[in-house]
């Protein structure tokens, strides 16, 4: 689900910021492009944080309780499970936004 609403997410910016000029206005035009961006992709790395935790709250608690294990162990193992898609989701919206708004056309400089 992650994966398919930063694709959707980078589909609408292409459509709203597709084919910007080269002027002051195209450029005013990838800055908020650019807020945009980073705004969305922040906030909905907030709220999915905060909605996978929380979903998960009552069960780590049970399981510390118990002595299963503690908080060490469960973060560590929660980070390496996320961090696949949290490098790649990323990743394929950036290029999907990148070439769309129109920035620099050159791929060391996308790099």
């Known amino acids: 689900a992650v994966f398919a609403q930063s694709v959707a997410q980078a ?3 292409a459509i709203i910021w597709n084919n910007l000029s080269n002027d002051m206005n195209g450029l005013q035009d990838r800055v908020g492009a650019i807020f945009f961006m980073l705004a969305n992709g922040l906030m909905s ?6 909605t ?4 998960e709250r009552g069960a780590v608690l049970r399981e ?11 973060f560590m ?19 999907i936004a990148y070439w769309s708004v129109g920035m620099q056309n050159d791929g060391l400089k996308f790099l």
Do not use: H, K, S
């Open 45 to 50: 790395n907030v709220m999915n944080v905060l």
């Open 11 to 13: 589909v609408i910016i």
């Open 77 to 95: 193992a929660r980070v390496f499970v996320d961090l696949p898609l949290r490098l790649l989701t990323p990743t394929v919206f950036g290029t």
């Open 52 to 55: 996978n935790f929380a979903n």
């Open 64 to 74: 510390q309780q118990n002595n299963m294990y503690t908080i060490g162990p469960y």
